[in-house]
């Protein structure tokens, strides 16, 4: 192959974009063999996979571990590596003292790192289809819950400034009786046709099973500030409309990404896992599942996991100092789901509570508890995931032993 000497390995760097990446491949001895771009279609990634095995290429580093590019490098047999923009981003000064970014650069940097470091790198492993269909779903709904969150935010201050009485009316502002009031009555200037008999036959009308009296909530609206009249009012009942709109779209969406990830997760093989564990329900399994992912050789050890979480506390020495602190480099999603998890786990499982009341009692801040606490759930959680065993209460040696003190 040009004469080269076969047995020679070639490393290649892809800097990807929605549009062209750009491609280095050098040898082993860091001279460039070739550079190419290849655009972002089906033509372009079989054309840069063929590139790659025609140059006998051996591995691949890019900065994303998903997407169209690396489905194409897989599925051509090619390891891939993954070194993330951070990491780029400090490598580039290994290389000049500018920093600058720039495509073509940034392929060679990475395709560099790859021959020098090699050894340093883990292949990526991907997760099935069941899993990746499943983190989909997931973060999709993470998304949209968020909208939603700042789609109440938006209608509650709003409210506050022109129909103040709608804000604390019932127990919560985007709860469907809420949002139906408020398509009803999206003012303060159509609010003030209510009496306590008109309010009770809509109540009636809507289905209200609230543990309010009619009397009570029109002694809430009553009381309240006044709000807009007039053209204004006129103008806040078209802003209202249309958050209330946003509102019931977005929780339509929610529920319908919620039925999809509940049969995504039944079908799943380890589904009984994570939902073994204490409230961990039907949205929390498929998240803690999703973002640990299908293939154990991700995590070969529980520290590993735990590291990858950023639950496990970051050792920093020089000499006579010695410092434990918070780990920031980590997979920040994991974390959150882990976290997520045993803070709620508490209410169900006397031995979280436990670590977590012994944790504060140290002095630790509510966060920091959490993370002890899910360092302590990663060790039962990864044995469960390891040996695909459903977490069992009456194995957990912890909580035997905890429920013995208590006993004694």
């Not at 972002?40 to 990634?45: E, F, N, P, T």
């Not at 990475?110 to 090699?118: E, I, M, Q, S, Y």
């Not at 997760?127 to 209608?155: E, Y």
């Not at 079908?267 to 204490?278: C, Q, Y």
Request: aromatic share 6%.
């Amino acid at each position: 192959m040009n004469g080269r000497d076969e047995w020679s390995p070639r490393h290649a760097g892809v800097d990807w974009s929605w549009e062209t990446h750009a491609v280095c491949v050098v040898d082993d001895d860091g001279q460039v063999v070739r550079r190419f771009t290849a655009a972002h279609s089906a033509a372009g990634l079989a054309q840069l996979v063929g590139q790659l095995r025609l140059l006998g290429v051996d591995g691949v580093a890019i900065e994303r571990g998903d997407g169209p590019v690396v489905e194409a490098l897989l599925a051509a047999n090619l390891q891939v590596f993954v070194i993330t923009s951070r990491q780029v981003k400090a490598l580039r000064l290994r290389y000049g003292t500018a920093g600058n970014k720039d495509d073509r650069f940034d392929a060679y940097v990475l395709a560099d790192v790859l021959r020098t470091d090699h050894r340093r790198l883990t292949p990526l492993i991907p997760d099935g289809s069941a899993t990746v269909g499943l983190r989909m779903l997931v973060r999709a709904r993470k998304d949209l819950v968020a909208a939603r969150i700042a789609a109440h935010n938006q209608l509650r201050s709003h409210l506050l400034n022109v129909f103040p009485g709608a804000v604390g009316l019932f127990a919560a502002l985007d709860s469907p009786i809420s949002l139906t009031f408020l398509t009803r009555f999206p003012s303060a200037q159509r609010a003030r046709w209510l009496s306590d008999k008109r309010l009770a036959a809509w109540l009636a009308s809507v289905g209200y099973c609230g543990r309010q009296t009619p009397a009570e909530l029109m002694t809430h609206l009553r009381q309240a500030a006044v709000g807009l009249d007039g053209p204004a009012a006129e103008a806040a009942e078209v802003v209202t409309e249309q958050l209330v709109l946003l509102l019931r779209a977005l929780r339509e969406r929610i529920d319908v990404l919620d039925d999809r990830i509940a049969e995504a997760l039944e079908l799943h093989a380890d589904a009984h896992i994570f939902r073994s564990l204490p409230r961990a329900g039907t949205v929390r399994a498929a998240l803690l599942l999703a973002e640990i992912g299908d293939c154990r050789g991700r995590f070969p050890t529980e520290e590993a996991l735990a590291a990858a979480a950023g639950v496990s506390p970051s050792t920093r020495a020089s000499g006579r100092s010695h410092a434990v602190v918070f780990r920031h480099a980590c997979d920040k999603r994991l974390r959150e789901a882990l976290t997520d998890f045993a803070a709620d786990s508490r209410q169900a499982s006397p031995w979280a509570k436990d670590i977590y009341d012994r944790a504060r009692a140290r002095g630790a801040r509510h966060p920091h508890a959490v993370r002890i606490l899910a360092r302590a759930w990663i060790r039962v959680l990864w044995r469960c995931w390891t040996q695909h065993t459903a977490y069992d209460p009456t194995q957990h040696r912890g909580l035997l032993r905890l429920q013995e003190q208590a006993a004694a």
